[in-house]
């Protein structure tokens, strides 16, 4: 019989951004009884403001230790969580889930893994900054406000879209970016994951109609290629790729409600082939 216990929740965040950018869906998730974590890629503990005026933390990472990260974290945890990731923290998402970590998973506006050869023009514009110069990719490259607004804040005015820029934004970690970015190109990209993996944990896929960073029809491309399991998209009109744009609290209540409903039927069945009745 499937617990009624809430499952703990570990939140994601993604590159040009800290653990703050969940603060409101921490909140959010807090108050229906979840436990909820939201941890930093590693290296990335400091505050917005510290990590803008010191960036060489960012330097030193890249996808493999930020996952590798997040799954220390999972293990160490009493309860198979709910792994909600944004953008590069998405793509993340779906790499744990490879490893068979997680109650369900679920993608908010989640950047590809190896597999998904969607290359929009508004994801080279929004990527140009660090991508734009193979140099970079040992370095950190952040946004300015004009950059940020077509990337993160498009559907917002330009005053709202500079006001997250001062909350949120951080400079990239780079290489992570690259580590993504030329998958197709690496036979062992650290963003690989099975998609015939039959015992994966349930996903969700949600797209952003306005997204200029990971477009609503790349986040379908990704969920369609998955084969085996439960696997869903969904998308939003009218929003960008800044989880915490204005009505989020539908998007946040959605991907709880799919993640929790599936979590709990996945517990369910597993309980009852144990003991071997019908689930």
Do not use: C
């Amino acid at each position: 019989m499937a617990t009624s216990t809430p499952n703990p929740i570990v939140l994601i965040h993604g590159l040009w951004m800290t653990s703050r950018s969940w603060e409101h869906w921490k909140e959010r998730y807090e108050s229906r009884g979840h436990h909820v974590i939201a941890p930093a890629w590693p290296g990335m503990e400091a505050e917005v403001e510290a990590l803008r005026a010191d960036p060489s933390p960012l330097t030193k990472l890249d996808f493999k230790k930020v996952a590798d990260s997040y799954e220390t974290t999972i293990r160490g945890l009493d309860s198979a969580p709910i792994i909600i990731g944004h953008s590069i923290g998405g793509s993340v998402t779906q790499v744990l889930l490879d490893r068979g970590l997680g109650a369900a998973g679920v993608g908010i506006a989640s950047a590809t893994v190896k597999g998904v050869y969607d290359l929009p023009l508004s994801t080279i514009r929004s990527s140009r900054p660090v991508l734009g110069n193979p140099l970079n990719r040992d370095k950190s490259t952040g946004l300015d406000k004009k950059q940020f607004h077509y990337a993160f804040g498009n559907t917002m005015s330009r005053e709202e879209s500079d006001a997250i820029w001062d909350r949120y934004a951080v400079p990239a970690a780079n290489r992570v970016l690259f580590d993504v970015a030329l998958a197709n190109f690496s036979r062992n990209a650290p963003t690989k994951v099975d998609f015939q993996k039959p015992d994966r944990a349930p996903y969700l896929a949600i797209g952003f109609e306005e997204d200029h960073v990971v477009p609503a029809k790349a986040v379908r491309h990704n969920a369609e290629k998955y084969k085996s399991g439960t696997v869903a998209f969904t998308s939003f009109p009218g929003r960008p790729h800044f989880p915490g744009a204005p009505g989020w609290e539908e998007v946040a209540d959605y991907a709880l409600e799919w993640a929790t409903e599936h979590a709990s039927a996945r517990a369910g069945a597993a309980a009852a082939a144990e003991q071997g009745t019908p689930a």
